[in-house]
């Protein structure tokens, strides 16, 4: 079955500090990846995808995520996060067939501490 | 700027009334159209999939009587909770579909429904 497990559902970072979110995913073929935020009241944003190619992907706002085939995960990183980061952040994958369904994961929400 | 639309942005209606949610594709023809529920602190779930022209596909344990998904042409589709009640107080977000080998995905702002 088709699926994506975000393991952590709540992470506090201090401003500055690096940031690692993780994902893993089960899927039968070799998906479509990416990385959404989502801040309070606000719509889905796409922080990157990863199609094929270059297995470490650059985002915006300095995110950054690697495709990892043989651990079957795509964590999104930030060498330094800003108060502006405080969001609810979701890892989705998507068929390379199909058109555009995507799976969300359970989301990590991301807490900044002054 | 926007490339997704949804009307009404909030709503809030009685238990037993029918509310219509729009979703417009501003700058390009989406023929398929996928409506996601997210409820509070929790994940987007998918519903449904719908094509132009063509009835939705309902995933698992979505009452396609309940929420009536029509999308007539490549710029519009509408959902309706029919008789809603305060279990279907939620976040619906649509997604027109170009395929994923073309672009990137794009998600409405979302429509927060209220059932008192």
């Known amino acids: 079955a088709q699926s994506v497990t975000q393991p952590d559902i709540h992470i506090t970072v201090s401003e500055g500090a690096s940031l690692e979110l993780r994902c893993n995913y089960s899927y039968g073929a070799t998906p479509y990846l990416f990385w959404y935020v989502q801040s309070p009241g606000q719509g889905l944003q796409l922080l990157l995808k990863?199609?094929?190619?270059?297995?470490l992907v650059q985002g915006i706002k300095g995110f950054e995520a690697e495709f990892k085939r043989s651990q079957s995960s795509f964590n999104l990183r930030k060498p330094s996060v800003h108060w502006s980061d405080a969001a609810e952040y979701f890892c989705a994958v998507g068929a390379r067939s199909s058109a555009s369904k995507i799976i969300f994961g359970s989301g990590t929400r991301l807490s900044i501490r002054p | 700027g926007a490339v997704v639309s949804q009307h009404p942005s909030r709503v809030i209606c009685k238990s037993g009334t029918s509310v219509k949610i729009e979703c417009r594709s501003l700058d390009f023809q989406a023929t398929t159209m996928f409506w996601y529920r997210q409820f509070p602190k929790q994940s987007l779930m998918l519903m449904a999939t719908?094509?132009?022209?063509?009835?939705?596909?309902?995933e698992q344990g979505v009452e396609k009587d309940k929420f009536l998904i029509n999308h007539a042409s490549l710029t519009l589709s509408t959902l309706t909770v029919t008789s809603a009640h305060p279990e279907d107080s939620s976040f619906y977000i649509c997604s027109p579909g170009p395929t994923l080998s073309t672009d990137t995905q794009y998600f409405g702002p979302g429509t927060r429904l209220t059932v008192l």
């Open positions: 719908s094509n132009e022209g063509s009835k939705a596909t309902y």
């Open positions: 990863y199609f094929s190619g270059d297995t």
